[in-house]
């Protein structure tokens, strides 16, 4: 995944030379054999979060009290995701482009972000 530090951000963009922090995720659970849905749209709009988070609570993803390595986090205040590394979390930063960030740094500045775990298709 160190290969993805340092692309940058563009909403909307799907990838390999930018993304956006949905775009990201599915890259990411792509590299490790887990297939998410693309969401079609310029990135997330509070409409699509709402969906996306039914989506991950009930049939993709199941919500989790302890983030673990592969596990996403979802913040749906400020329409952010990311995916857990041990104790950093891969995201998008819109200045700095894709960016790993320690877990507890990470959960202060989203601090409604829940942890969702994919589930096994």
């Not at 390595?69 to 891969?90: E, N, P, W």
């Not at 995201?91 to 507890?104: A, M, N």
């Not at 740094?105 to 942890?115: E, G, P, V, W």
Request: include cysteine; glycine fraction near 8%.
């Amino acid at each position: 995944m160190n290969d993805l530090i340092g692309k940058p951000y563009k909403l909307g963009a799907a990838g390999p030379d930018a993304f956006d922090c949905w775009t990201l995720v599915v890259e990411v659970a792509k590299r490790r054999g887990v297939i998410v849905p693309e969401l079609n749209c310029e990135g997330f709009k509070q409409v699509e979060i709402v969906d996306l988070a039914s989506s991950l609570r009930y049939d993709i993803a199941k919500e989790t009290c302890q983030p673990a390595d592969g596990d996403v986090l979802l913040s749906l205040r400020l329409a952010h995701i990311g995916t857990v590394f041990g104790d950093m979390v891969l995201h998008t930063h819109r200045r700095h482009g894709v960016i790993l960030e320690k877990l507890g740094s990470f959960l202060r500045t989203y601090r409604d972000a829940k942890a969702y775990r994919w589930i096994a298709s």
